[in-house]
């Protein structure tokens, strides 16, 4: 298989695949199995840059689970980011899927990141993204180099990944977040290699750009707090005030150094505006916290009644809170040779280059970004020098694919309260790809549908996205978005279900959210769903927390 290489040379994926076979091995930190399944990791040299493959070679990894009785049914799983590690989908994947359904997963590493050559800021692969560590890429790598570390390159290193991989039968790619731009891009140069494709939390590569990307959240979040109106139980405690309203409030009150509880009783966590935000944004973003997100409005209420129960909550919220000054893009460093679960290298590389601005959007500069993020109430951190470092990042230029809709038939499945990919950026891809395209919305659910599944226990999109990979798999009923039907479509606010108290007594320390210390233990309460699902959603959240590193 041939293919242009920036419009300069042919290069041979297929030839180079078979020439350069995967051998597959133990992987090194990883344990030899996990659930029933084996795990392997294969290592290839490919070129740095497929223009002129007679020079450097990088290391493009994969990772591995292998059924005990295999099936020739393979579904390649490619995580988000950019910058996140295969591990993290294979890792979650890999308990929705049990091994006895025969089919083999393999996680691909983005080239940059994983087990990967890795993009860091330094030799340890340090992820603190500077102006020194530009000028650490750039001697490292050159600048042409750098700019290797792209959507199309690693669509051409998937290429060869799936063939080197020795796979037969079906192969389906299942695509998490960017995942879902990467998988385009690779189904836009390389249509015939895949069978099926699935996008979870599809990104729109026409509407999406970063720059908008706080503001645009923080309107899904308003949507999320509106849900508190519809639950009388929980828009009685603001008779006056919305919960935004109210947020809105407190975070001018905060700013103003006049904020009670934050200034006479919570001192010792520093609690800003821009604290505030991100805590509630970090909550209300993943599907993974599906649960826990619940208690926002009650954490609202409690921070402007302030009462002495109020305190001893609020105490206990803001300890549970991870509110240390190290900031995303400063993650733990590993050595030149291990795993590197998240490159913010490789994050901005890739986002400063090709996802900053959405299509026919202006420049955006630092003050127009300071004035959306000061208009939020939820919402992500925002680098007081984006923009500056944007402009001395060495971008590398668009090619011909960066606005290009793949003509492949793929199942988009999308949440209704996503905030980083976002429904309504879904529907428009729908919408103009409804011939070959097919969307399933989510109720309620936040970004990652693979979350969801793990933190409620529905199976419902489980089901669809399965018989959409491999239909002579799967019942025929497992096919029909009826099911979609019984999933919830209200969010319990109050402590009303199991799963509500649960997550009120985790963050709260009180059964109730809104209610006093005195209730501390689970009373009459409505089950969310059955036992088995409960304990399912235990096991799955530990592991994303050992393995799903927090969305850029």
Known sequence: ????????????????????????????????????????????????????????????????????????????????????????????????????????????????????????????????????????LTNRWTIEGLNQFSTTSAAHDLSIQIQASQSTGRIAILALSYGTYWLNRFLDIYPNLAQAAVMDSPLNLLLHGFTMYNIRAASVALQFLSYCHYQ???????????????????????????????????????????????????????????????????????????????????????????????????????????????????????????????????????????TWQNATIIAPDLRSDFVALRQAWPKYPLDEYRYHLANSSVLMIAGQLDGATPLDFASHLASITGKIRTLYSIPLSGHIIQSFITATGYTCPLHLILSWAFPALFPSEWNDPACIRDLPTTIDFVGATVMGQMSSMKLLNVSLPFGSTNTSQPGNIAPSHDSASLFISSLCLTYISRFFLDIQ
């Open 232 to 370: 009388i139980e929980c828009i009685q405690y603001f008779p006056n005030d919305s919960p935004a309203i109210m947020l809105n409030k407190i975070l001018q009150e905060i700013d103003s150094n006049k904020q009670k509880c934050t200034n006479t009783f919570l001192t010792k966590y520093n609690l800003t505006s821009s604290i505030i935000k991100k805590t509630f944004f970090r909550m209300f973003q993943s599907a993974g916290y599906h649960y826990d997100r619940t208690v926002i409005p009650a954490v609202i209420f409690r921070l402007n009644r302030c009462n002495q129960e109020d305190v001893a909550t609020l105490d206990f919220f803001f300890n549970a809170q991870d509110l240390s000054p190290t900031s995303s893009n400063e993650t733990s460093p590993s050595d030149a040779n291990g795993l590197v679960l998240d490159s913010d290298a490789l994050f901005n590389n890739i986002a400063f280059s090709e996802l900053w601005l959405e299509f026919n959007q202006s420049e955006v500069d630092q003050q127009t970004l300071n």
């Open 1 to 136: 298989m041939f293919k242009n290489i920036d419009g300069v040379i042919s290069f041979n994926t297929q030839a180079f695949a078979l020439a350069n076979p995967c051998v597959w091995s133990t992987c090194e930190g990883l344990p030899a199995e996990e659930r029933n399944y084996t795990i392997s990791c294969c290592n290839l040299q490919v070129p740095l840059n497929y223009a002129k493959s007679n020079q450097s070679l990088i290391r493009i990894s994969m990772v591995r689970f292998s059924p005990p009785n295999p099936n020739n049914n393979t579904l390649f799983l490619l995580n988000g980011g950019p910058g996140e590690a295969g591990l993290g989908a294979i890792g979650v994947v890999g308990q929705l899927i049990p091994a006895e359904y025969g089919i083999t997963l393999i996680a691909p590493d983005h080239r940059g990141t994983g087990f990967s050559s890795p993009l860091g800021c330094d030799d340890h692969n340090s992820q603190i993204v500077t102006m020194d560590c530009i000028t650490y």
